[in-house]
């Protein structure tokens, strides 16, 4: 990860943070981004280098994410790797589903996702290189009851990035999408639904998966990675 320009998408969140934490030793110069100036300068503020950028950005606003992009740019001179790690759940049955909850979804979970993709994508492309990873979340692959504006997003997110993937594959920008199963983060603060925090997984152990798959050898692929609790699976 030596001399690597990261931006990470959701920098204040419980997986971007741990994953933020896990490569400031590395020698990588890092691109935090979230919608909150305050706590990304707390976060930063932690971090053991001064290769440190924040942008404070709204990913549902197109050009605010360009302005992203192209601050990291004037920064460090490049974009190598997009971690997309926003998002947000809203878990309600079908029926209690309002027109600014599925707004609210589509909005963050998937154009903003997009966005930030595409504008990460075309970096690269000139480069002929890069590497865009993608938390989809298990609900991208799997449906569950009462996550169905929630689903509808992560699976339009794993639709588009499969798409791009077999575009930008000849320009060597890779990708590679997560589908963890529940983690112990922020995101479940503004969940109404009651689950037993616990037994998932730690942000950590998503930052592992996402250091992991980063750091590979130039061949190697890694497509999807696959991580859930013990204690709930979907098979």
């Known amino acids: 990860m030596h001399d690597k320009v990261i931006v990470i998408v959701g920098a204040t969140g419980g997986i971007g943070s741990a994953l933020a934490r896990k490569l400031a030793p590395t020698g990588a110069a890092l691109v935090l981004a979230s919608r909150s100036a305050d706590r990304l300068a707390a976060i930063a503020e932690q971090l053991p280098t001064t290769e ?3 942008v404070p950005t709204d990913i549902t606003d197109p050009a605010q994410v360009e302005a992203l992009m192209q601050k990291a740019i004037a920064q460090f001179g490049t974009i ?68 169905a504006a929630y689903c509808a997003s992560k699976f339009g997110v794993v639709g588009f990035s499969k798409c791009m993937a077999d575009e930008l594959k000849r320009f ?17 603060d503004e969940v109404s639904l009651k689950v037993d925090r616990t037994k998932m997984l730690r942000p950590e152990t998503a930052a592992d998966a996402i250091y992991f798959a980063m750091s590979a050898e130039p061949q190697a692929v890694p497509l999807e990675i696959n991580i859930q609790p013990e204690s709930h699976l979907f098979v």
Request: charged share 15%; proline share 3%; glycine share 12%.
């Open 52 to 54: 440190v950028l924040t």
């Open 80 to 147: 190598d790797v997009l971690v997309n790690a926003a998002g947000a759940g809203i878990l309600k049955p079908y029926h209690k589903l309002e027109p600014v909850d599925l707004d609210a979804m589509l909005d963050l979970n998937l154009k903003g996702c997009f966005y930030t993709t595409q504008a990460a994508a075309n970096v690269m492309k000139e480069n002929k290189g890069g590497h865009i990873c993608t938390v989809v979340g298990i609900l991208g692959k799997h449906s569950m009851a009462m996550a």
């Open 172 to 188: 060597g920008v890779k990708f590679t999408l997560f589908y963890f199963g529940g983690v112990d983060s922020p995101f479940w």
